[in-house]
């Protein structure tokens, strides 16, 4: 069973920047299409990010531009980096697959961003 562990979340001011970990229990990257996922209160959670086996990258229109995915086999975690933060960006980030669910979820990391 894969666990997932995301951490780096935090308080920040809009227009500031953080960076999200992921790291999973197994090595999966060059097995697995990933993505960074984000939920918000009463909204479905949306895959903002994702990362091919190949090293494709796609994202969200929301975050394009401002949000960077990148893994790094050696120490067998992915990242998210988040500039330009807005108050939108709120929310609790989990890393997953793309084309199947590891589960459990994580339990996330906590993003909230001020105005």
Not at 92 to 102: L, P
Request: glycine share 10%; charged share 15%.
């Amino acid at each position: 069973q894969v666990q997932l562990v995301e951490s780096g979340g935090g308080l920040v001011q809009a227009g500031g920047s953080l960076r999200l970990s992921c790291v999973p229990s197994l090595r999966i990257f060059s097995s697995t299409n990933m993505g960074w996922y984000r939920q918000t209160p009463g909204k479905q959670r949306e895959l903002v990010a994702s990362i091919t086996r190949t090293g494709m990258t796609t994202y969200a229109d929301s975050v394009k531009a401002r949000f960077t995915i990148s893994r790094e086999y050696a120490k067998n975690a992915m990242y998210l980096q988040m500039n330009s933060l807005k108050p939108e960006d709120t929310g609790v980030y989990y890393c997953n697959g793309v084309d199947f669910f590891y589960t459990p979820w994580g339990q996330g990391t906590q993003v909230t961003v001020s105005s």
